[in-house]
Structure formats: C-alpha cells, structure tokens
C-alpha cells in the first residue's frame, strides 16, 4: 500500500510568512495527526481528526496556525504568521482508529530565517 | 504535557550486543507503542502492547510493559548496525486516546 504522502519536503521562509503543508493520509485511515518535531524532542501532537473532525487541538496555536481535513481525506496545515520558534519538522500520520498503530509521512522542514 | 518519558536519552553499543531502553509514564493507560525513527525520516511503528499484555515479541524485538510500575522496556536483541535510530514510547493522554511522545533514546550501534 501507498505510504502517508507530505509536501513540500523542505521550505525556508522569514519570519512573519505564511505556509502551508499538505498531508494525503493511507487510502481508508479514518484518523489523520499532525505533530511538530522540534530538533533532539519527541514529535508533539498539533491536531487529530477523525473524518473531518477534530478530536484533539488543545495543543494547536489557534492565534497562528490552523488546518483543515476536508472531505475527510486530504489535509492542509497552515502557519500564518511564522515565528522563529515555529522552526521544526511537521509530521502527519494516519491510522484506522484513535488506538491503532499510525503511519507517518517524511515530514516537511520547516526553516524560519 | 509530557506522558512517557524514555530512558537513556542515548545508547552507543557493538554490534551483536543488546540494546535496552526504558518508557515511564504517569497516568493508567490502555495501550503503548514503541515506534523508531532513523535520521531525516519520520516515525515507522514497531510493536503496540495492550495493558492486559505482559510481553510482546516481533522478530528480534521484545516489549515489555508493567502496569503497577508504570513501565516498559524494549529489548532489540542481536543488535546491527541498521539499527542506529531514535526510539520513542508513545501512551495516550490519561484516559483518552490521544497520543503523546517522549524525547526518544537516541542509539547508535557501532559496526
């Protein structure tokens, strides 16, 4: 099966642009994460939906960042106006369900200048 | 807030030796999952053990999970070389099923 697709892989940006990442999660997987892996910490979970719900955004910074999972199946994270402590890497994985094994993409680096 | 917490933070063995590593975590939980991570890649899961699961085996990797000491340890026997990886623990947020990460341990397996 086709793994959890994430462009772009890189992208540098200044501090006060905006960004957007895209996510196309494993064909069926129902919940979809997106996490920020700052370099040397564990990935830190953003946002979780099930369908195109969201289950969890308590740790997302609504003042900045936002995402969508439309039609249940793609998903978008956006970062409007980057900061430089925004600089990380951004995960998104899918699963089946909440408690089952997740799947992740590459990442995209996200630099901050 | 953090969850499981991983233990060492860094591990350099020889190859064929034995790596162990730790996962503590604070509140009761359902599951945990044990996923690697190799430089510049993103996370490819390993092992998911259940809280009435006492061990797990995938080839020559064992999971272990103590519940009354809020404790798992990975065992990767026979290690090699491709081995070298960040491991990290994941439990779900206290009585929920969202996941939460610890800082991983960082092991390096020296041909």
């Known amino acids: 099966e086709a793994g959890v697709a994430q462009s772009p892989r890189y992208k540098i940006i200044e501090k006060r642009q905006s960004v957007a990442f895209w996510c196309n999660p494993i064909?069926?997987?129902?919940?979809l994460y997106w996490y920020q892996q700052i370099l040397g910490q564990g990935p830190k979970l953003l946002i979780q939906?099930?369908?195109?719900?969201?289950?969890?955004d308590s740790q997302l910074p609504k003042d900045r960042f936002s995402a969508e999972r439309l039609k249940g199946v793609d998903s978008t994270l956006k970062i409007q106006p980057a900061k430089l402590e925004d600089s990380a890497v951004y995960l998104c994985?899918?699963?089946?369900?909440?408690?089952?094994?997740?799947?992740f993409g590459d990442g995209t680096r996200l630099s901050i200048l | 807030s953090q969850q499981g917490e991983e233990d060492p933070q860094a591990l350099s063995i020889q190859e064929g030796e034995n790596a162990t590593m730790n996962c503590s975590y604070k509140?009761?939980?359902?599951?945990l999952q044990w996923y690697r991570q190799n430089s510049g890649r993103g996370l490819v899961h390993l092992i998911l053990?259940?809280?009435?699961?006492r061990e797990k085996h995938s080839g020559r990797l064992r999971v272990t999970l103590d519940t009354s000491k809020k404790s798992s340890s990975l065992l990767i026997t026979a290690s090699r070389a491709a081995d070298t990886a960040s491991y990290f623990c994941?439990?779900?947020?206290?009585?929920?099923?969202?996941?939460?990460f610890g800082r991983g341990t960082s092991l390096i397996v020296h041909p």
């Open positions: 064909s069926g997987h129902a919940t």
């Open positions: 994941a439990t779900p947020r206290g009585g929920s099923y969202i996941p939460t």
């Open positions: 053990i259940r809280s009435n699961e």
């Open positions: 939906f099930q369908n195109n719900g969201v289950v969890d």
């Open positions: 994985a899918s699963s089946l369900g909440s408690d089952q094994p997740q799947h």
């Open positions: 509140t009761s939980i359902n599951n």
